[in-house]
């Protein structure tokens, strides 16, 4: 009676598995590498490779699914198109006809907000359309379809989260408000490329992690894909301010340039989610930095 998690040596997937393990649940942790952390919990497993796939439903009693693992934004393998579509759309696929085969209970697939792309003026909710501009936030797309096609075809119970960008402890790629952090910590200052007016639309971890539980665990589904976001919309400008805010010192700058994800997205409409399923984001920015801030100090002291 375990709950699969894919992606578990990631940012959403370390979060995940410590939350699961303090509230008693089993869990089954798969990832394709540890990321140089000592994990002796985690398989090895590759969503490419069928046979290990398989492995992982015949080998534990699997009853759900939380899905992510992925190439895990539009900045990464860039180069490699093809690699994405792999792992992100045929490795979501295989892991469905396991989850479908061994009767799993629902099946949380971790979709983007990506899937909107650049949508301009105006308010987003479920019903915007579908307009990626990248292969990756294509394959988000293609994840979302074959949720529900699996639902209407094999009766696999799934549900789409539209996450928003995530920071927090064990993040990897790049992500501003890291970088902020390390070059305070070290003493440094950040001079940060942007466009004053651009929208960013940050989530603290701890929120995606509550909202992937309250998805996995709600009866049944009005809907079949969410939004979720942190639910306050700012500019660089406004994020600068809240990290000197929660870094008292922290000395950033801001120069003429552009987001690598240039997407225009003003503002997310998450009431779907708060409606049907009772959550919404409670970490306030700069609470989330100072606790970001904190994990990475002890990290590098331990280092
Ligand atoms: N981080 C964000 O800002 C964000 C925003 C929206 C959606 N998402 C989605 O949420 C999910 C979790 O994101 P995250 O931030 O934890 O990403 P992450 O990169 O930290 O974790 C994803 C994990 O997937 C693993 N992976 C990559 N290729 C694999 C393969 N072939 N086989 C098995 N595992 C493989 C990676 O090793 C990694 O540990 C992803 O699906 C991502 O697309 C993330």
């Not at 290990?52 to 009693?61: G, I, K, R, Y």
């Not at 690699?83 to 696929?93: P, Q, R, S, W, Y």
């Not at 799993?104 to 909107?116: A, L, Q």
């Not at 779907?272 to 989330?288: E, F, S, V």
Request: proline content about 5%; aromatic content about 4%.
């Amino acid at each position: 009676m375990s709950i699969l998690i894919t992606g578990g040596a990631g940012l959403v997937g370390m979060a995940l598995r410590q939350r699961l393990a303090q509230l008693g649940r089993p869990v089954v942790a798969t990832d394709a590498v540890s990321h140089g952390r000592d994990d002796p919990d985690l398989i090895i497993a590759q969503l490419t490779d069928q046979a290990a796939v398989e492995a992982l439903f015949a080998n534990h009693d699997i009853t759900a699914v939380i899905h992510c693992g992925a190439i895990s934004g539009p900045m990464l393998a860039r180069d490699n198109p093809g690699l994405v579509v792999d792992v992100n759309i045929a490795g979501t696929a295989r892991l469905m006809d396991q989850a479908r085969r061994h009767g799993v209970r629902r099946f949380v697939f971790c979709s983007s907000i990506s899937v909107y792309g650049s949508v301009g003026p105006g308010v987003i909710n479920e019903a915007t359309p579908l307009r990626p501009t990248s292969v990756y936030a294509a394959s988000k797309v293609s994840g979302e379809a074959l949720v529900d096609a699996f639902l209407t075809e094999h009766g696999l119970d799934g549900v789409s989260l539209r996450i928003a960008r995530v920071y927090g402890p064990h993040r990897r790629g790049n992500c501003v408000l890291a970088d902020v952090i390390r070059n305070h910590l070290a003493g440094n200052g950040t001079v940060i490329p942007c466009d004053p007016n651009f929208m960013y639309h940050y989530v603290h971890v701890d929120d995606v992690v509550g909202a992937i539980i309250t998805a996995l665990d709600a009866g049944r589904l009005p809907e079949r894909r969410y939004n979720v976001a942190g639910g306050e919309a700012l500019t660089m400008p406004d994020i600068v301010a809240t990290a000197q805010q929660a870094l008292p010192g922290a000395r950033i700058a801001m120069v003429a340039g552009q987001d690598d994800v240039p997407d225009i997205q003003r503002e997310f409409d998450i009431s779907a989610i708060a409606r049907d399923l009772g959550w919404m984001p409670q970490m306030p920015l700069a609470r989330g930095i100072a606790l970001y801030a904190e994990s990475l100090a002890q990290t590098t002291a331990a280092q």
